[in-house]
């Protein structure tokens, strides 16, 4: 079982322009997975973006874990095995 919530997750956007909001939800059980809002720091642009990476985040973890198993040696060969191991480990919190 996984240790996060199942994907796929959704992102929804709201406010007014200059002071937005984001949804991160999970489409499995609607549960919310975070939320964003602008600020002077983060612009409007920043955050979509951001909460569209998020939002990516089973299927990126998904595709980092296929990669790494279809590569095999080949993945050690050309380094891509430490930079998809690494980045599965950051994403499963070890």
């Not at 997750?9 to 549960?31: K, L, M, N, P, Q």
């Not at 600020?39 to 299927?59: K, R, T, V």
Request: proline fraction near 3%; hydrophobic fraction near 40%.
């Amino acid at each position: 079982m996984s240790k996060h919530t199942p994907g796929p997750w959704v992102v929804g956007f709201g406010g007014t322009e200059g002071d937005g909001y984001a949804t991160i939800t999970s489409g499995f059980r609607g549960r919310a997975i975070a939320e964003m809002t602008t600020s002077d720091e983060i612009q409007e642009h920043e955050m979509n973006n951001n909460a569209s990476l998020i939002a990516a985040a089973p299927e990126l973890l998904e595709a980092c874990k296929w990669a790494l198993k279809e590569c095999g040696a080949e993945a050690k060969e050309i380094g891509l095995f430490d930079v998809l191991g690494a980045a599965i480990a950051k994403a499963e919190g070890e």
